[in-house]
């Protein structure tokens, strides 16, 4: 039986390495690589006009602008409804601005990546997603 061709099912995230420019993101405690491609790059521009309108967007914590986000970067698999429903719950049920690293914010900085043409982020960006949060004058 071909795995890639059954439904995905909440215990069964996709399992990839991380790349280059991949972000891993946690939802509902599965962890997800979203992995930045010329396709996200077509999508997030055809649908929000931009990916600058799309950042603007997700910085602004539109829900489903995240979910779109996450669900082309997670690839074709996640095209169909009921996967997007899926992950849709799987955020909300996370919080876009959670403990385990914000949805949101790693969002963003999968954004920052398919604009950087796949590369990652700078390391003051990698450093700040993976930093905990620290009070002013720590």
């Not at 409804?81 to 403990?99: C, N, P, R, S, W």
């Amino acid at each position: 039986k071909d795995n890639q061709m059954n439904p995905v099912s909440p215990s069964s995230p996709p399992k990839h390495t991380l790349g280059q420019g991949d972000i891993e993101i946690v939802l509902d405690g599965d962890t997800y690589i979203l992995k930045p491609t010329i396709h996200v790059a077509q999508m997030l521009s055809k649908k929000y006009g931009s990916l600058q309108d799309a950042v603007n967007r997700v910085n602004n914590l539109d829900f489903n602008a995240v979910i779109d986000v996450i669900c082309l970067g997670l690839g074709p698999r996640y095209n169909g409804a009921k996967q997007q429903q899926e992950i849709m719950e799987k955020v909300f049920k996370t919080g876009l601005t959670d403990d385990s690293g914000g949805i949101a914010e790693r969002s963003l900085a999968f954004i920052l990546s398919v604009m950087r043409g796949g590369k990652p982020a700078p390391q003051t960006t990698e450093a700040m997603l993976d930093a905990p949060e620290a009070s002013p004058g720590n």
